[in-house]
């Protein structure tokens, strides 16, 4: 046995040594921090559609910044997913709720929440080659895929753009089933890019996507044209912003709203929206228009009449979530931060001190505040060294 | 079984007296630089905060407003933590490749005597596949040890006020290479584990082709190198050839990737037997 020596203490060191490792890195490691909602008006089951990620950052707690998903009024860290889960995660809500409930239809899909518009019934999605292999050499050719949630069931179709493009890029997908309007921005027939609004039918497929209206042409400016934040696809309208940038000095530039419109998908016709200041935002839920107006405790909502394009006041919200009054916008889209869905304004941005993610949920109508409150953690002696940065958001527009 | 498992340890037990003096130096290497590392890292520190000071008069609030605070993960991040343990993976890398070629370039070949022992020559060579797997695993756990030696060191230097309070774990943590090196996260240190065994039994193997076939070997064996690289980078490659980035989901292709490890491995495994057995003669 005494030949074996150096072998058995050898592997008796690594077991041991392994094994204290083992034992200290459970003993030391800290549990993640509880979070909670704390309401300060209202009640917290309005916070049902909000979906959103954050990072945790404790002063203390060195370099790791656990992500923590709020999903339907629970908080559950990515952690505690399993490995192969976690590597199959995507940081967009939308996306990665779709790929836990349907994977299968999901596979060979661009991951871009802009390109899918959900129903009860159904997931529809529009991409092109390019999309999901980037070395592809752009072409008109587009995939439209439909995911029937019930039956499972899923049509393919390949439709070519009326006109051939060396440039696509799918900017929203609204869906009225069987009905499907998607905005574009190809260079076809032009040395700029533009914006076109095509429509295909679900139930009655063609080849070829059929060009409803040159958005650009419509508006009449080759000014960069933005797309509303809309979480719920089956919106009637669309919500466009044009902008245009301003050189203030050799390093730095400003965006200057140039215009605010609307796509009607039903009739496809732009509405351009005269009369709008700055702080204006342009809201769209179910088949109406609002405007809202920012004032110094928040914002006066008005109902537009699209026919006259008379507003309507509604009534003044105040918002105790100071930043969420200014405008968010970013890859191509704005309204990140307050939008209306089912006659309810949501707006999320930071407390006065910018240490705690603020929510706020407001009737339209009534103007009354539905939910205020804040994500905070469980333990109040951590809250001054923990933060919560929220680094995705979304409205889920089947949570009511 | 009982008897070719015994004498698996016994041929074990002989590699690894003879690994023994490179392993212990190895160790003592790591442990020493380290030791260095710990004292050195958080001194320097500290002699630039306290020169900082007295030549201009400043606070201790102002010291860290320049210098910030310092952390057990400063220390792990300096040359004097990472330099071993690239000399730990560079000396066994080397070791795998010398515990061959020391059979055949001794005064004697040794090989031939190896060779003619009553047991199968597969377990030859497993015990060198094991006594390398052994040797990887005590540098990690010196590796380990030197990390709650050197806590208290650090620590125990640097003042509370310039300290960060970051754990040990947290600072372990935070650095890439002790993901790679500990089992941190026990699926991924597995996934690192099964890749480094696939890897030293194309080695071997290789090893063995150029044994065989002589010059011949040597590009025979730079083909099987070449050819196993490619069977595991495969995964890589899907995407372009199937010209979809989104047709496999990230664990499928991890899934894909260790069944093709596995693959090579077992090719590998029976390549290696075939030579031992067949080719190499005495």
């Keep these: 046995m005494s030949k074996y020596i150096k072998l058995s203490s ?14 200290y890195k459970i003993q030391a490691k800290t549990p993640q921090p509880d979070m909670k909602i704390v309401t300060a008006e209202g009640m917290p089951k309005y916070i049902g559609p909000i979906e959103l990620y954050g990072f945790v950052a404790d002063s203390n707690g060195g370099f790791n910044y656990p992500t923590v998903e709020l999903d339907n009024g629970n908080f559950t860290y990515l952690e505690e997913r399993s490995f192969l889960k976690r590597l199959d995660f995507n940081y967009n809500p939308m996306i990665d709720e779709l790929i836990i409930n349907y994977r299968s239809f999901m596979r060979g899909k661009s991951p871009q929440p802009k390109q899918f518009a959900e129903t009860a019934q159904h997931v529809v999605y529009v991409g092109s080659e390019s999309d999901v292999h980037w070395s592809t050499s752009l072409s008109n050719q587009m995939t439209i895929s439909v995911l029937d949630k019930e039956t499972k069931e899923e049509k393919t179709f390949s439709v070519k753009l009326e006109d051939s493009s060396s440039y696509n890029d799918i900017r929203a997908v609204y869906t009225d089933y069987p009905s499907l309007t998607l905005l574009v921005s190809t260079d076809a027939n032009s040395d700029s890019i533009q914006t076109h609004a095509y429509t295909f039918d679900l139930e009655n497929p063609k080849d070829t996507l059929t060009e409803a209206t040159n958005l650009t042409k419509e508006i009449g400016t080759n000014d960069y ?51 709008f200041d700055e702080g204006t935002r342009l809201f769209t839920d179910n088949d109406t228009l609002y405007v809202g107006q920012k ?76 939910f205020k409150g804040t994500i905070e953690l469980k333990d109040a002696k951590k809250n001054d060294s923990t933060s919560v940065d929220i680094i995705e958001y979304r409205l889920n527009p089947l949570i009511d | 079984m009982k008897k070719s498992l015994n004498a698996l340890l016994k041929l074990t037990s002989f590699e690894l007296d003879r690994l023994s003096k490179f392993l212990f130096t190895l160790m003592g290497l790591t442990l020493v630089i380290n030791l260095a590392g710990y004292i050195y890292t958080p001194m320097r520190h500290m002699n630039k905060i306290n020169q900082f000071m007295t030549e201009n008069s400043a606070t201790a609030e102002e010291a860290l407003q320049t210098f910030g605070r310092f952390s057990f993960y400063n220390a792990l991040n300096s040359f004097w933590i990472v330099g071993p343990i690239v000399i730990g993976i560079t000396g066994m890398l080397f070791y795998s490749v010398f515990i061959w070629y020391r ?8 090989a031939y005597r190896l060779l003619m022992l009553p047991v199968s020559r597969m377990t030859l060579f497993f015990s060198k596949f094991i006594v390398i797997f052994i040797g990887i695993f005590t540098l990690i756990s010196i590796q380990m040890v030197s990390l709650f030696v050197g806590y208290p060191i650090v620590s125990a230097i640097i003042s509370d006020t310039y300290a960060s309070g970051l754990s040990l774990m947290e600072a372990i943590h935070a650095h ?21 065994a696939v890897m030293l039994l194309v080695l071997f193997t290789i090893i063995l082709i150029e044994r065989s ?57 029976f390549v290696s037997r075939y030579l031992i057995n067949n080719k190499i003669t005495v």
């Excluded at chain 1, 050898?10 to 034992?23: D, E, P, Q």
């Excluded at chain 1, 004032?295 to 930043?323: H, M, V, W």
Aim: glycine share 8%.
């Design chain 2, 176 to 196: 890439p290479l002790f993901l790679f090196l500990f089992p941190l996260q026990p699926s991924y240190f597995m996934v690192i584990i099964t890749a480094g």
């Design chain 1, 295 to 370: 004032t110094n405790s928040g914002i006066e909502l008005y109902e537009l009449n699209q026919d006259d394009q008379k507003k309507t006041l509604l009534g003044e919200i105040t918002l105790s979530i100071p930043d969420a009054q200014e405008e968010m916008s970013y890859y191509g889209t704005f309204n990140q931060n307050m939008s209306i869905l089912n006659g309810k304004l949501y707006a999320y941005g930071y407390t006065e001190d910018g240490s705690k993610p603020a929510l706020q949920i407001s009737d339209i109508n009534t103007q009354d505040a539905l």
């Design chain 1, 10 to 23: 050898i592997i008796l060191f690594i077991a041991v040594i392994m094994t204290g490792f083992g034992i």
């Design chain 2, 213 to 269: 076939f002589s010059v011949r070997g040597i590009f025979i064996g730079i083909g099987y190198a070449a050819l196993s690289l490619a069977i595991v980078l495969f995964p890589l490659f899907l995407p372009n050839l199937l010209k979809n980035n989104y047709l496999f989901y990230s664990s499928e292709l991890l899934i894909i990737e260790l069944i093709l490890m596995t693959v090579v491995g077992i090719c590998s495994l």
């Design chain 1, 225 to 275: 044209l933005y797309v509303g934040e809309t979480y719920d696809k089956t919106e009637r309208y669309v919500t466009l912003q044009t902008a245009k940038e301003n050189i203030d000095s050799m390093y730095g530039y400003s965006e200057e709203i140039t215009g605010y419109y609307a796509y009607d998908t039903m009739t496809q016709e732009v509405i351009k929206l005269d009369g």
């Design chain 2, 103 to 110: 059979e055949w370039f001794g005064k004697n070949t040794f």
